[in-house]
């Protein structure tokens, strides 16, 4: 966030806590310099929860743990990537972290950062469990830092 200058970390979260929503509090405030580089490119991985909206069967959960089970035994998993300047081949291995299918049919997906960059989970989705880009508007997909 970006405040005016003059107000300390204190002053910034003393004013935010009284509009923050029940239960989240603010543990630490700290000021970064402008030329500080963007937490993004600190990251080293981002952690998403992916669910299919409306969906929860025994025979959803089965077949996405299989597609969870045959991506960790494959040696490479082809996929097809949008870039701006195209369409670029890449093996989706060298950014899946961690695969977690939960027992409501989502799933837990921790993305590594490579050269700078990650795959988008949307598109990390759509391979691994053989989602159409058309059913790719009934995810429901949440960022964890």
């Known amino acids: 966030m970006e405040v005016r200058r003059g107000l300390s970390p204190a002053d910034v979260e003393r004013r935010i806590t009284p509009f923050l929503p029940e239960g989240v509090e603010i543990t630490g405030a700290e000021e970064v310099p402008r030329t500080a580089p963007s937490t993004a490119q600190a990251t080293q991985a981002f952690r998403y929860r992916i669910s299919p909206r409306d969906v929860e069967t025994p025979l959803v959960l089965e077949a996405l743990t299989a597609s969870a089970r045959k991506f960790a035994d494959a040696s490479e998993w082809p996929l097809v990537r949008k870039t701006k300047h195209g369409p670029k081949e890449d ?47 009934f995810l429901r997909i949440l960022k964890f830092l």
């Open 91 to 137: 093996d989706l291995k060298r950014w899946v972290q961690d695969i977690a299918v939960l027992p409501t049919c989502e799933v837990e997906l921790t993305l590594k950062a490579v050269d700078g960059g990650t795959v988008k989970p949307e598109e990390a989705y759509r391979s691994l469990f053989g989602v159409t880009k058309d059913a790719a508007p």
